[in-house]
């Protein structure tokens, strides 16, 4: 017996979770969403971070005008880099506008979604309360997909930690720690490691680090021509379709699917953070980790280059910085019999063009989207997308409290222009 029923519950108060609810909610439909708005974001990124997204594509999606992050911050304009902070309170205030949450559903989490006997859910929160509903929405973000490499597992947490696990980086001052990665996450971890006191030594598999182009706000037209079109994911003809029309990508072969996350978009570190990665920042590239072991100290992590040559780094810690890679098996909230049920594909969901998985009335938004809707699900710029597309599906198939004929005018337009 549940204590409350709503429509839909979200699992996740993210940039998806909280676009998906004002979208939902929008529709006259009963919506919760557990969790504190952007927790995740503030909790567990590091102090002095930046995004490494333009203004522009910072958006979370709204189906009404005037919730874009460059609506509560006008002027914030391309090349200026959006600090942690400002993101998290731009999160906050698109939620406070947008989406009416219940005091007790911002401290607690979901901890076990079934299937009820009825075709719809039971969903139990930390506070013990089980609610029914008609569709679930996992909207966790990459938290609970925190990738650390094969041989460092095992390894124990306060040896070794995936770079989501730091907010404050000063308990690093005056250590030894090795990074591993070349991407944005890695370069600028070291960089506030060292900020923070710390003697960081940055560890890649890649030969040489990239860096991304500044951003011009105006270009010739010869450049636009050729150059292809900006989009939410940066600059190109292909970029700009796996940006704008991620619909498209799930029609593409699963092998080419997986390419195009695995391909666009590869480490690089943001522009404006080349200049402050200095000599307090070691770095050693065409390097991979194969074997890490524990000393009374700290730990001694043992690399190889292309030619097999080895060397031994001691370090008090290592933070892996080495991305999120979806696993549906990695989603505890999810109950056995109800995860078994849930088709995929390297661990991550199938899903259909709505974001619903082989379970009906089970939805997936974010980075578990990807390897159906391509790379922009690993960005904030495709919130709206799957909010749009999640609540046209589900405002279809709810059989009460159906929008007046304007609004679901107003939500299939939307979705037309997504496709």
């Not at 979604?113 to 509903?133: K, P, Q, Y």
């Not at 505890?332 to 899903?351: D, F, K």
């Not at 699900?377 to 709206?384: E, K, L, T, Y």
């Amino acid at each position: 017996m549940s204590d409350s029923a709503s429509d839909v519950v979200i699992a996740g108060a993210g940039p998806y979770g909280l676009s998906t609810a004002a979208h939902l909610q929008n529709l006259g439909l009963g919506v919760r969403i557990i969790g504190e708005p952007m927790r995740f974001w503030e909790a567990n990124m590091p102090e002095g971070m930046f995004l490494k997204s333009e203004p522009f594509a910072s958006d979370l999606g709204a189906p009404q005008p005037g919730m874009r992050f460059t609506d509560r911050h006008p002027g914030w304009g391309l090349g200026q880099p959006i600090p942690l902070d400002t993101f998290v309170e731009y999160g906050r205030w698109f939620a406070a506008e947008t989406v009416p949450l219940r005091a007790d559903d911002r401290d607690a989490k979901v901890v076990n979604v079934e299937r009820d006997g009825a075709g719809g859910f039971t969903v139990t929160l930390s506070t013990g309360e089980s609610i029914a509903a008609r569709s679930v929405v996992i909207a966790v973000g990459v938290g609970p997909f925190a990738h650390i490499p094969d041989e460092l597992a095992g390894m124990p947490s306060w040896l070794v930690s995936h770079s989501s696990a730091h907010r404050d980086l000063t308990l690093f001052a005056g250590k030894e720690v090795a990074v591993l990665g070349a991407g944005q996450s890695a370069l600028e971890t070291a960089v506030l490691l060292a900020d923070a006191g710390a003697h960081p030594h940055v560890i890649a598999r890649r030969q040489e680090l990239d860096w991304n182009t500044v951003p011009r706000e105006r270009r010739s037209l010869r450049d636009q021509v050729l150059g292809g079109p900006r989009s939410g994911l940066g600059t190109g003809y292909r970029t700009w379709l796996w940006a704008e029309r991620p619909g498209i990508v799930r029609y593409l072969p699963e092998a080419t699917r997986r390419r195009i996350v695995r391909e666009t978009l590869p480490p690089a570190g943001a522009w404006w953070l080349r200049d402050r990665l200095d000599d307090r920042v070691r770095v050693s590239t065409g390097r991979r980790p194969v074997k890490a072991v524990e000393l009374e100290d700290g730990v001694a992590l043992t690399t190889v280059d292309r030619t097999g040559r080895r060397l031994v780094t001691e370090v008090e810690h290592v933070i892996a910085a080495t991305g999120f890679v979806p696993d549906v098996a990695r989603l505890g909230l999810l109950a056995p019999a109800l995860r078994g049920r849930v088709t995929t594909r390297l661990g991550a969901p199938v899903l259909s063009r709505d974001f619903e998985a082989s379970v009906d009335g089970l939805y997936f938004a974010g980075l578990a989207a990807a390897s159906t809707f391509g790379p922009v699900m690993r960005f904030v710029h495709g919130a709206g997308f799957a909010a749009g597309r999640i609540a046209h599906h589900i405002i279809r198939r709810t059989p009460r409290a159906r929008p007046t004929a304007a609004r679901l005018a107003d939500v299939l337009e939307s979705d037309a222009s997504h496709r």
